[in-house]
């Protein structure tokens, strides 16, 4: 039997026209099928790269913070480091001087002219220890000599700081304004000419105790960081008063929250009695953070270890 053109056509449309029900489930299946199998295999490395991320992250936190104290830290008054903890949650309190500048002075003889300013004689300006004085010049220029605060509530002059238990040598044990090695420093003058000395004026005080090397710090403030594990927190705190025993916490000042989710941490200080010319701060900081895919939580550790300098 032959078909007709039209007839044709209209088989021909028919066959062709799509799927049927059962075609279109099994595609369904098949498409499932594979799209399981590609999640399967997809899993493990989108895991794996959450994971590094949060590691990551978790890594950098802390090395920031430890960065931080590091750079602190070398800019700390020598033998003026101290540390307490663990406290009853854990927590540490490391607390130094943060030093601004410093160099070395001109010294006056015992029994030379105390005048200041410039009396007559050649050693004019220069600092007298064991007697009342309130000014010198430097041997040289003063670095970073114009960021010196001055006034009621600005950087100290500090003198042979040998930290606490030495007599006349210890810069916290003196009250918040002046005595034992430190004074409020109340004017600084930029000395003139190709070998500049610049002047410090300062409160009137009698330095007990002179450096060997003639050295002389101007000191901010004390710094305290805290770092509390069960507010799981590292915050830096400055701007408060000296104090002779240490503050845990320390009152007033300014605080800044340097890293969140801190597990836990530990700080040591071996100032190196023997030698006395540097100490060592170790810290070990344990930063964590939940695994939302697990719900286990995940800790990074870190532990760094500083050299400060000791000698005064």
Same mark, same amino acid.
């Given at each position: %039997?032959?078909?007709?053109?039209?007839?044709? /056509? @209209? =088989?021909?449309?028919?066959?062709?026209?799509?799927?049927?029900?059962?075609? %279109?489930?099994?595609?369904?299946?098949?498409?499932?099928? *594979?799209?399981?199998?590609?999640?399967?295999?997809?899993?493990?490395? +989108? $895991?794996?790269?959450?994971?590094?991320?949060?590691?990551?992250?978790? !890594?950098?936190?802390?090395?920031?913070?430890?960065? =931080? %104290?590091? =750079?602190?830290? @070398? #800019?700390?008054?020598?033998?003026?480091?101290?540390?307490?903890?663990?406290?009853?949650?854990? #927590?540490?309190?490391?607390? /130094?001087?943060?030093?601004?500048?410093?160099?070395?002075?001109?010294?006056?003889?015992?029994?030379?002219?105390?005048?200041?300013?410039?009396g007559a004689g050649i050693y004019t300006d220069a600092l007298q220890i064991g007697t009342v004085d309130t000014c010198f010049r430097s041997l040289g220029a003063v670095p970073n000599l114009g960021s010196i605060v001055t006034g009621a509530s600005?950087?100290?002059?500090?003198?042979?700081?040998?930290?606490?238990?030495?007599?006349?040598?210890?810069?916290?044990?003196?009250?918040?304004?002046?005595?034992?090695?430190?004074? =409020?420093?109340?004017?600084?003058?930029?000395?003139?000419? *190709?070998?500049? #000395?610049?002047?410090?004026? /300062?409160?009137?005080?009698? +330095?007990?105790?002179?450096?060997?090397?003639?050295?002389?710090?101007?000191?901010?403030?004390?710094?305290?960081?805290?770092?509390?594990?069960?507010? $799981?927190?590292?915050?830096?705190?400055?701007?408060?008063?000296?104090?002779?025993?240490?503050? !845990?916490?320390?009152?007033?000042?300014?605080?800044? *929250?340097?890293?969140?989710?801190?597990?836990?941490?530990?700080i040591t200080y071996n100032p190196n009695a023997v030698a006395q010319r540097n100490g060592l701060v170790s810290i070990s900081l344990a930063v964590s953070q939940n695994d939302v895919s697990t719900g286990m939580r995940e800790s990074v550790s *870190? /532990?760094? $270890?500083?050299?400060?300098?000791?000698?005064?």
């Amino acid at each position: %039997m032959h078909l007709t053109s039209d007839r044709l /056509f @209209r =088989r021909v449309r028919h066959e062709t026209a799509g799927f049927t029900l059962v075609e %279109m489930i099994v595609s369904i299946v098949i498409v499932g099928i *594979l799209a399981a199998i590609t999640a399967l295999f997809l899993r493990v490395p +989108f $895991q794996a790269y959450e994971d590094i991320t949060r590691r990551a992250n978790l !890594t950098d936190i802390a090395d920031s913070a430890l960065r =931080r %104290m590091a =750079r602190d830290l @070398r #800019e700390a008054l020598p033998n003026s480091v101290r540390v307490s903890g663990p406290g009853g949650s854990g #927590e540490f309190y490391m607390e /130094f001087l943060q030093v601004r500048t410093g160099g070395r002075y001109r010294e006056e003889p015992s029994g030379g002219a105390t005048a200041c300013p410039a009396g007559a004689g050649i050693y004019t300006d220069a600092l007298q220890i064991g007697t009342v004085d309130t000014c010198f010049r430097s041997l040289g220029a003063v670095p970073n000599l114009g960021s010196i605060v001055t006034g009621a509530s600005g950087d100290f002059l500090v003198v042979y700081n040998l930290g606490p238990g030495f007599a006349g040598a210890d810069a916290y044990a003196s009250g918040a304004a002046t005595g034992g090695n430190k004074s =409020r420093i109340t004017a600084v003058t930029a000395g003139a000419g *190709l070998n500049p #000395e610049d002047r410090i004026d /300062f409160q009137s005080l009698s +330095f007990p105790l002179a450096s060997p090397s003639r050295r002389f710090h101007v000191v901010t403030g004390p710094v305290t960081y805290v770092c509390n594990p069960t507010a $799981q927190t590292l915050t830096r705190q400055w701007g408060y008063a000296i104090s002779a025993a240490q503050a !845990t916490p320390p009152l007033g000042g300014g605080a800044a *929250l340097l890293a969140r989710g801190v597990a836990a941490c530990n700080i040591t200080y071996n100032p190196n009695a023997v030698a006395q010319r540097n100490g060592l701060v170790s810290i070990s900081l344990a930063v964590s953070q939940n695994d939302v895919s697990t719900g286990m939580r995940e800790s990074v550790s *870190l /532990f760094s $270890q500083v050299q400060v300098s000791n000698t005064p």
